[in-house]
């Protein structure tokens, strides 16, 4: 299975100064695994969690689960050790938080040119700078290793000064932007966190509206997450049921060489058909993971 081809319904954030969060990962049903030497870690904690979200890759143990580490911004006093740390570690991907432009992009690509090549850049959408750059950011991934975004809702909240109620009224034109942006490039994209990590019912509202939206999966700080975002971004059966039946009537002598057919009372043309094999293809990969 490729990069590219890998699910990525359930991207959890730990902090990497957290052992037993660390620990506890490894045994979860989440797709991908944030070791985060950010946000999520205080400054006197900064090289310990490094070095912690380091040895946690080299042991392994993460299983199927794609693995990477959010270093600190590429001009804060700790951003060129965590960079070169994460260049030399066995992690699939290095997240990079605050990127405001194309340029940020290329500053990270020439840190990482040591890396592996499988290495993959990820980026977090979370300024309101780049909320007006979303497609040259995007058409970086054709130059670059940047190859997944994720929406960091808390901190476009802070710049903004705008509220982050479950909802996300203000948020909304930014979160569909960046989706039609990363699809246009190819870049995959993971929606913001849900801070009510106690309340499900608001959890799952707010992954549905993700889903919504177009998301690949959403990015998540809590275990309790990981099940309900699983069920949302994986095909139902009644999504199953409809692909089938759009291939299945595709595929009938009457409706070869048609554009567009009537499948269960409605208009259903190949763009369907495309949707349908897609679906279909995302719950084999799942299947495939799991
Ligand atoms: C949010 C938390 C601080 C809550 O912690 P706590 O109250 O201690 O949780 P629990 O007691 O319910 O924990 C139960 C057990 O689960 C483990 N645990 C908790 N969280 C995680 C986790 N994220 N990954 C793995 N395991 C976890 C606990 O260790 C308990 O284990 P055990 O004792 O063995 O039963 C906490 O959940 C937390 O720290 N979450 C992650 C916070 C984080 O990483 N934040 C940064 C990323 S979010 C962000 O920055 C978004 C973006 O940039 C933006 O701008 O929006
Ligand atoms: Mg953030």
Redesign the pocket.
């Known amino acids: 299975m490729t990069p590219a081809d890998r699910p990525r319904r359930s991207a ?4 990497a100064s ?1 052992a ?2 660390i620990a ?2 490894r045994t ?1 049903p989440c797709d991908v695994v944030i070791l ?1 030497l ?3 870690v205080a400054p006197e904690a900064k090289a310990e969690a490094r070095a912690a979200a380091v040895a946690a890759v080299a042991e392994g143990g993460f299983g199927h689960r794609e693995v990477a580490i959010r270093a600190n911004g590429i001009d804060t006093e700790w951003g060129a050790a965590d960079l070169a740390a994460i260049v030399g570690s066995k992690a699939d991907a290095v997240l990079v ?1 605050k990127v405001d432009s194309p340029q940020d992009i290329a500053r990270y690509e020439l840190a990482l040119s040591a890396a592996p090549a499988s290495m993959q850049l990820w980026a ?1 959408i ?1 300024t309101c700078a780049s909320v007006f750059a979303l497609e040259p950011i995007a058409a970086m991934a054709h130059s670059s290793r940047l190859s997944l975004w994720i929406m ?5 909240a802070k710049e903004m000064r705008a509220q982050l109620t479950p909802e996300r009224t203000p948020f909304l034109p930014f979160l569909s932007m960046a989706v039609a942006a990363a699809r246009a490039h190819g870049v995959a994209v993971l929606d ?2 849900c801070n009510e ?1 106690r309340d499900l019912d608001i959890f799952s509202a707010e992954a549905r509206q993700g889903l919504l939206f177009g998301f690949d999966g959403k ?1 998540l ?4 997450q990981v099940d309900p975002c699983n069920t949302v971004f994986s095909p139902g059966e009644v999504d199953l049921a409809w692909a089938q039946t759009v291939i299945e009537a595709f595929t009938l002598p009457e409706n070869q060489g048609k554009g567009a057919i009537r499948v269960d009372g409605k208009m259903t043309e190949l763009l369907h058909l495309e949707q349908a094999k897609r679906l279909v293809s995302v719950a084999q990969r799942i299947a495939a993971a799991d």
Do not use: R
Request: cysteine-free; aromatic content about 6%.
């Open positions: 959890l954030y730990l902090p957290n037993k969060a506890k990962a979860l985060d950010e946000d999520a938080p977090m979370e960091g809702t808390n901190d476009l913001g966190v990590f990015s700080i809590h275990p309790a």
